[in-house]
C-alpha cells in the first residue's frame, strides 16, 4: 500500500501547492530532505497513517543530524497527526463568493434568549472570574435535570457530569481518561475525523468497521445503512476497550434504532467493553425517528459516556461548550484529564447556557421547546435541500438526522480523470465544484480509514442548517448545474 | 472489569489541590484570599467589547472561528508582541490562541514531553507543571529558589530567593528536554532578573534544552521593575515557547483566553496538539480580547494604559497587605510581581498545634484552620512544591491581593482580632 499512496499524494499536490497555504506545509520544509512527505500531508488531509508516521519520523532524524542546530523536538504522540481537512476546506469559507455548504456550522442566528443571557451574565462581575474546574454549579445543574427526564433515571450534576470545551472536549477527556497503549478502540466509518487521530494519539488502535448500504438502487435513505452484525461482532476481542458511537450520525444523518443499538450493547457488555456515545445532534431528529440513548438500554449506563454539545443544542459552534455524562467511575477519571488540561470552561458562557437550558427544561412538553422548533425547521431545510440536489441529477442520501446529507455525485459522471489522478474522486469533484460551481461541500473519503475510502469517494457532504438566502445562492447554483456541464 | 478501566498515564496526578481548597473557601470563608482571581471586575472597555461583539447583528460570533485563533486577535498579538520581543511575527504561524494559559502549557507538555524526557521545574512552582509533566509521561527535576537572609529589620523580598548556579547546571542532563520558567513567579512573586535569565539561558543553548516561558503576571511588575522576556536574549528565540493569558493582562480569569508565541518549529506541533484536543476556542471572547489589545496598542506607555493603571493599582493593595500582615507578626514577602505575596506564619504557629508524624505538611492543615475557624482563605505554599519537599517551607502561606479595598480591610480585620485573641489572656 505505502509506496504507491504516497506517490499517488505526491502527484496530487503538485497542482496544488499554491492553493495550499497549510502552516503545517511550511513547517515541514524545514525537514529539507523530505518535501514530498511533507506535501503529502498538508494538501489532502487524508491520513496514511503507517507509511506517514514511519517517513516523518525518519525524516525528522535525518534532517535534524543535518542541520545539527536542534535535536527532533516533538513526542511521538503526535506523529502523523498534523493533518487535517479542515484547515485546506475551511480556507475556501473565507471566499465570500463561494455558497458555502461545507463546514458544519450555522449561518442562521441562535435563538434571542441565548444571546440575551450571555449579555446578562456577563454584566455580573463574579461570572467573568473562574468557576468550579468540572462544570458551574448553575449548568451542571441544569444539565442534570434536562437529562434526568431524557434518561429517567438519577444524574448527580457533581459527579456524573463534566463541562468540556466543546463536545470535541469531551471526546479528548473521554479518551485520555480511558484509552491508552494495547486497547483497540472501534470507529463505525464513515466517522467524524477527530476520532481517529485522537484515539491514535492516546497510543491505541483504532479498528474500524464500515456502514453499508443494504438496500439496492432506489431509496436513498440514512436508515439504508447499517452495520452488518456479525462482522461487527468480529471486531470485537479481549484488547477492544471501547466502541465509538455517534448517533445521529455525522456524515450519514442514521438514526440508529433500539434494535440496532441493542445489537452494540449486547457486544459491549458481553466484551466489558465501554462506549463513548457521541450525540451532539440528539435535538436534531425528523419525523418518524426517535432518538434513542444506548445509555439507557440495560446494562449500558455504566459503561458509557453519552457527549452532548451546546454548538448543536443552540446554534452556538463558536461558545465551544460541551458535556459528558456518565456513571461517577467513569466521570471521575474524565475529571482528572481536565483539571491536568484546561482546568475550568468560560463562566459567563456557561451561565448564559444554564439559563438557556432553565427557559427550554420549562417546556419540555411545549412544542415551542427549541429542541424540538429547531428540529422542525430544519427538516424543511432538508427537504429543500435533497429536492434541488434530486433536480439537480444528484442522488442525495435522506439523513434521518442531523445537518448534513450525504449525495452520490457519481451520477452526474462528472469526468475529472486527467486531474490530479492520485486523488480521490470526491477531493476531485469538490474542487471542481468550489472553482467552477462556486459551491463547497466535504468529500466524504475525509471520514473514512484508509481500506473503505474507496467505497465512500463518490460521495460529498452538504451542510444545510443554512439560512434561507444560503440556500437560495446554492439553487440557483443547482439549477444551472446541468446547462454548464452538458 | 478487571483491570483499572482509567489509563496508566492518569496516575499519580488526580489529587489537586484547588478542588479542596476551593470547596473549603467556598464553604467557610468571609474573605477569600485564596484562589488567584480578582474580585473586581474586568475594565469598562473589555465588557464593552464583550457585549458588542455578542449582539453584532451579523451573529456569525457566535459561531466557530479559526481553530488556532481568531484571525483579529492572533493579528493584535502578533503586532503587540512583535514590538516587546523585537521581531517580526507571522500571525498565522507564530502565535495560537488556547483556552488559558492553562492549554497553552498542556499542548507544550504533550507536544515535546515523552517517556525518557526531563523537565526542570523551579519550585515553588505553579502547581499543574508537575501533574503535567507526569501525565506527558516525562520526569520532574526539581531545583529550589533558596531565600537569602534579609538586611537586619527589613522584610523579605522576593528577589531574595534565588537560583543557586552551580546547583541549576547541575539539574542539566542529556536528558533534559525543558525548562519551565515562571517570571513573574506564582506564588512567590519573584521577577527573575536578566542575570538570572542569561544563567537560565546560557544553560538551555548549552543543553539544547526548551523553554516553556510561562509569562501570564508579565504586567503586573512593581516598584519600577521591569519583566524581561527570555525569548528575546540571545540564543533563546528558536527554543522557547510564550505563554500568555487574557484572565491575568485584563482581570478576566473567567474568559479561559490564552496564548503561546514561538517559532513555526516549535508552534507547528502544538497546533497538532491542539487540534487533537480542543480545536477551537470561543469566539466572542477572543474578539473582545482583540478590541482589548488594539486599545492597549494604541495607549501602550501612557498613563491611560490599562496596563499601566492595573500595576499601580495592585502595588497600591500589595502595600496595604503587607503592612496589615506586618502589624499582626505575619512576615510578608514582598512580591516584586504578580497579585500574590508569600507571608511567614510561625509567630502564629501556637493557634494551629503541630501534630507529629502527620502526613499533611504544616502549612496547609494551618490553611485549613485559618479558613474555617477565622474565615480567612489562603493557600498553603507547601502546595506548590514536590511531594519530596513539601515541608521544606512549611510555615508559609500565599495571599492574593487582587481585591477591592473592602476585602482587604475586612481581611485585616480578621487578623487584627485574631492577634488580639492570641495576645490577651
Known amino acids: 500500500m505505502s509506496w504507491y499512496c504516497m506517490t499517488r499524494r505526491l502527484g496530487s499536490c503538485e497542482g496544488s501547492r499554491r492553493a495550499c497555504n497549510s502552516q503545517f506545509f511550511s513547517g515541514h520544509i524545514y525537514y529539507a530532505g523530505m518535501l514530498f512527505a511533507s506535501r503529502s500531508f498538508c494538501c489532502l488531509g487524508v491520513r496514511t497513517y503507517q507509511l506517514r508516521t514511519d517517513l516523518l519520523s525518519r525524516s525528522i532524524r535525518l534532517a535534524a543530524s543535518a542541520t545539527m542546530a536542534f535535536r527532533p523536538k516533538n513526542t511521538r504522540r503526535i506523529e502523523g497527526l498534523d493533518s487535517n481537512v479542515w484547515v485546506e476546506f475551511t480556507k475556501v469559507a473565507a471566499d465570500p463568493s463561494i455558497v458555502n455548504l461545507g463546514q458544519g456550522l450555522p449561518d442562521i442566528s441562535p435563538p434571542a434568549y441565548v444571546k440575551e443571557e450571555l449579555a446578562k451574565a456577563a454584566a455580573v462581575d463574579r461570572l467573568n472570574q473562574y468557576t468550579r474546574g468540572f462544570g458551574h454549579p448553575s449548568l451542571v445543574k441544569a444539565l442534570s435535570q434536562v437529562y434526568e427526564r431524557v434518561c429517567g433515571r438519577k444524574i448527580d450534576p457533581l459527579t456524573d457530569i463534566l463541562v468540556t470545551v466543546g463536545a470535541y472536549g469531551s471526546l479528548f477527556s473521554t479518551i485520555q481518561a480511558l484509552i491508552e497503549e494495547g486497547d483497540e478502540v472501534i470507529i463505525i466509518e464513515p466517522f467524524y475525523d477527530c476520532y481517529e487521530p485522537m484515539v491514535r494519539m492516546a497510543g491505541a488502535k483504532p479498528v474500524f468497521i464500515p456502514l453499508r448500504y443494504k438496500n439496492d438502487g432506489n431509496s436513498a435513505s440514512s436508515a439504508d445503512w447499517v452495520l452488518d452484525p456479525a462482522e461487527l461482532a468480529n471486531k470485537f476481542n479481549s484488547k477492544t476497550k471501547a466502541i465509538i458511537l455517534n448517533t445521529p450520525h455525522n456524515p450519514l444523518g442514521k438514526v440508529f434504532t433500539r434494535e440496532e443499538l441493542q445489537v452494540i450493547a449486547d457486544l459491549c457488555i458481553k466484551h466489558d467493553t465501554l462506549c463513548i456515545s457521541d450525540e451532539v445532534y440528539e435535538w436534531l431528529v425528523y419525523k418518524g425517528n426517535k432518538h434513542i440513548k444506548i445509555a439507557t438500554l440495560p446494562g449500558m449506563w455504566e459503561r458509557t459516556i453519552t457527549i452532548g454539545s451546546a454548538g448543536k443544542t443552540y446554534s452556538v459552534t463558536g461558545w465551544k461548550l460541551g458535556w459528558s455524562i456518565g456513571p461517577q467511575n467513569l466521570i471521575k477519571h474524565l475529571q482528572v484529564v481536565h483539571q491536568n488540561t484546561l482546568y475550568t470552561c468560560p463562566t459567563p458562557l456557561q451561565e448564559a447556557l444554564a439559563q438557556a437550558f432553565w427557559i427550554d427544561y420549562k417546556r419540555m412538553d411545549d412544542p415551542d421547546c427549541y429542541f424540538y422548533s429547531l428540529s422542525r425547521e430544519l427538516e424543511s431545510k432538508r427537504d429543500r435541500m435533497a429536492q434541488l440536489l434530486q433536480e439537480a441529477g444528484l442522488k442525495p442520501v435522506i439523513p434521518d438526522g442531523g445537518y448534513f446529507m450525504i449525495v452520490d455525485v457519481s451520477t452526474l459522471n462528472v469526468g475529472l480523470s486527467g486531474k490530479d489522478d492520485k486523488q480521490p474522486y470526491d477531493y476531485k469533484f469538490v474542487k471542481w465544484m468550489i472553482t467552477s460551481k462556486k459551491l463547497s461541500a466535504i468529500p466524504l473519503s475525509a471520514f473514512c480509514g484508509p481500506e473503505t475510502k474507496r467505497q465512500f469517494e463518490k460521495y460529498i457532504r452538504f451542510c444545510f442548517i443554512k439560512k434561507d438566502s444560503t440556500l437560495d445562492a446554492a439553487e440557483v447554483i443547482l439549477k444551472n448545474w446541468n446547462k454548464q456541464t452538458a | ?303 491611560d494604559s490599562y496596563f499601566v493603571q492595573l500595576p499601580e493599582e495592585l502595588q497600591k493593595k500589595r502595600d496595604w497587605l503587607v503592612q496589615s500582615l506586618d502589624a499582626v507578626g505575619m512576615k510578608p514577602i514582598i512580591p516584586e510581581g504578580t497579585y500574590f505575596l508569600v507571608a511567614d506564619i510561625s509567630k502564629f504557629r501556637s493557634s494551629v498545634p503541630d501534630v507529629p508524624d502527620s502526613d499533611e505538611p504544616y502549612d496547609s492543615r494551618f490553611a485549613k484552620w485559618m479558613v474555617k475557624n477565622k474565615g480567612l482563605a489562603a493557600i498553603p505554599l507547601s502546595a506548590f512544591y514536590s511531594e519530596a519537599h513539601k515541608n521544606n517551607y512549611n510555615h508559609f502561606i500565599r495571599f492574593c491581593f487582587a481585591k477591592e479595598e473592602a476585602t482587604l480591610k475586612a481581611a485585616n480585620d480578621i487578623l487584627q482580632k485574631w492577634k488580639q485573641e492570641k495576645t490577651s489572656p
Open chain 2, 1 to 303: 472489569m478487571s483491570r483499572p478501566v482509567q489509563a496508566r498515564r492518569l496516575e499519580g496526578i488526580d489529587k489537586n489541590i484547588w478542588v479542596e481548597f476551593v470547596k473549603l473557601a467556598a464553604t467557610y470563608s468571609t474573605v477569600n484570599l485564596g484562589q488567584g482571581f480578582p474580585d473586581f471586575p474586568p475594565p469598562g472597555f473589555l465588557k464593552e467589547a464583550f457585549l458588542r461583539a455578542l449582539s453584532e447583528e451579523n451573529h456569525m460570533l457566535h459561531q466557530y472561528t479559526r481553530a488556532f485563533g481568531h484571525p483579529p486577535l492572533v493579528k493584535i498579538l502578533a503586532q503587540f508582541f512583535g514590538k516587546l520581543l523585537g521581531r517580526e511575527l507571522d500571525p498565522m504561524t507564530n502565535v495560537m490562541v488556547t483556552v488559558g494559559a492553562y492549554q497553552a502549557l498542556f499542548c507544550c507538555f504533550q507536544a515535546f514531553i515523552g517517556e525518557g524526557d526531563e523537565v526542570i521545574i523551579i519550585e515553588p512552582f505553579f502547581d499543574c507543571y508537575e501533574p503535567m509533566v507526569k501525565m506527558a509521561g516525562g520526569t520532574t527535576v526539581f531545583v529550589p529558589l533558596r531565600p537569602k537572609a534579609p538586611k537586619d529589620g527589613k522584610l523579605m523580598s522576593s528577589a531574595d530567593w534565588q537560583l543557586d548556579p552551580a546547583e541549576l547546571a547541575s539539574k542539566f542532563s542529556e536528558r533534559t528536554k525543558a525548562i519551565v520558567l515562571n517570571s513573574p513567579n506564582n506564588p512567590l512573586g519573584k521577577v527573575f532578573s536578566r542575570g538570572e535569565l542569561e544563567l537560565i539561558a546560557e544553560l538551555c543553548v548549552k543543553h539544547d534544552v526548551l523553554c516553556f516561558s510561562d509569562e501570564v503576571y508579565e504586567w503586573l511588575v512593581y516598584d519600577g521593575k521591569e519583566h524581561i522576556r527570555i525569548a528575546t536574549l540571545q540564543g533563546m528565540w528558536d527554543r522557547t515557547v510564550v505563554i500568555g493569558s487574557a484572565g491575568k493582562t485584563f482581570s478576566a480569569t473567567g474568559w479561559k483566553v490564552g496564548w503561546t508565541m514561538g517559532p513555526n518549529r516549535l508552534l507547528q506541533h502544538l497546533r497538532t496538539v491542539h487540534q487533537n484536543s480542543a480545536y477551537h476556542c470561543a469566539t466572542l471572547a477572543q474578539e473582545a480580547v482583540a478590541q482589548g489589545f488594539q486599545r492597549e496598542l494604541m495607549l501602550y506607555g501612557k498613563p
